[in-house]
Structure formats: structure tokens, C-alpha cells
């Protein structure tokens, strides 16, 4: 099965560009508690700052 499906020019340079852009610190951090609390089951009592807490431990710094 063949698609007429096409993506505009522009979206697939702004798709390129974004993910050759190199995160900040801060940014990498803050993906990574994301994916963390997306991971969790909804009946997860986790926070936010637990996370943040462990993967602070976890890289060696003290947590915020």
C-alpha cells in the first residue's frame, strides 16, 4: 500500500535542526526527571524532587 503522504520542507528542516542541537545541562536534567515520572505507574506516590534527589546521588552531586 502506497501513501500520498508528504511533510512540508519546512517542518523537516526545523526537525533537523532541533535534534542536532546540543542540550544545556539543565535541559538534560530536566528530560531525564521527565522520563522518569513518565515511566512511573499512575498510582506512584513518587515527586518530582525524589527524582531530582536520586539522580543527583546518583551523578555524584549533592541535590538541590
Not at 5 to 21: F, I, P, Y
Not at 24 to 46: D, M, P
Amino acid at each position: 500500500m502506497t501513501s500520498n503522504l508528504k511533510t512540508k520542507d519546512t517542518l523537516l528542516r526545523t526537525l533537523r535542526r532541533a535534534g542536532s542541537k546540543k542540550l544545556s545541562f539543565e535541559e538534560l536534567q530536566q528530560q531525564r526527571v521527565s522520563f522518569v515520572i513518565g515511566s512511573l505507574s499512575a498510582e506512584s506516590n513518587v515527586t518530582r524532587a525524589q527524582v531530582k534527589e536520586v539522580l543527583a546521588n546518583f551523578q555524584g552531586r549533592k541535590s538541590a
